[in-house]
């Protein structure tokens, strides 16, 4: 087994197309084993050549009212009023500490996420 860092575009191809032909090895075997290696290192390629910025506050809840199928009626009582609502999602205003701590909590979203800062719409 020879696996080692990838540090090209072409190891990186090479890696991808090894582990196609390892993926469905079965549980306990070498070419497992091989497959597991080499799926940590080209996530490891992959965070540092391509990485996903988490998105914004408002996006997040956005995304997650979409997931969670919630219109913006359902959040009212995490936020506030419906205007207040509106202003947060519309980025008229900033949420609260509060009101981080109740999305965080009702749409299980990470408060870390919520707590970054975000630009206001004029």
Known sequence: MDIKLIKTEEEYQEALMRLNTLFDAPMGTPESDQAD???LVIDEYEKKK????APDPIEAIKIRMEELDLKQVDLVPYIGGKSQVSEILNR???LT???VRNLARRLNLSASILVNDYQLSK
Request: aromatic content about 8%; hydrophobic content about 45%.
């Open 37 to 39: 290696l080499l799926a």
């Open 97 to 99: 500490v509060e009101m």
């Open 50 to 53: 391509y990485p996903i910025e």
């Open 92 to 94: 008229k205003r900033k």
